[in-house]
């Protein structure tokens, strides 16, 4: 973490930062947040991710006492004063201190910057593992801060060289734990229409191919995908060439892949212009 951050409604130094112990947050997991990315001093796609994060506030009930405008002036001068040229922001609102320890009540709100560690070149060149899990994430639509699957699963994924879980529910696959999933099939391109977080990157990426399909995706039909990728605010896109014990398409990354991962590197050079 950077040595500034957002609480109690000013920048402050972060170790000084703390959370009430009886907080919602803390003691029934009940909590939102968001994050984006800075290239070059800037960040990246603001608009759309604090439009998320003001909407997941209100499906929750959890107060957020901030404009969209109140926030762009706090992130400026937090990334300023953190000198944060490449690293990552993020805003997370607990549910407050509740005196029936269970309603959501005002929000502790908090913004801190970090340092990031993207995924390594070879990741992109060979692709990553996926394995199934058959899970629905609570309140999919929003992006809260329970992770408990996915935190859980994750003891055992480095000794299997797996990179995320790929959740489905009665065959219908869904999203990763931290991204978004796309399949191409014959030049198609279809994302999940249902129990998903409606990701930034997803949202660039359908916008780059009008055409594309949203709707239900059997788990047999990324089987049988000529790609798989994932989307993300860390990971970008990133290609899937196995899920489980199963080769998709040619083991390689795809075409379609490449070329949507090539237009968001462009994207991200012009916004730091």
Known sequence: MRPYCFAKNEIIPSQSATLHPADIGLIRGYAIFDFFRTVNHEPILLSDYLDRFTKSAKITAIPLDYSKKELEEIISELIEKNDLKEGGVRMVLSGGISPNHFSPAEGSFFIF???????????????????????VRPIPEVKTTNYSQAVHSSLTWKENNVEDLIYHFKGIISESSRSNIFIVKDGILVTPKENILHGVTRKFILSQVPEAQVRDISLEEMFEADEVFMSSTTKRILPVTQVDDQKIGKGIPGKMTQQLLEKFSVLEKTSSE
């Not at 390594?120 to 058959?134: F, R």
């Open 113 to 135: 910057c970090e340092d990031l560690q993207m995924p390594a070149a070879s990741k992109y060149e060979n692709g990553v593992k996926l394995i199934t899990s058959e899970y």
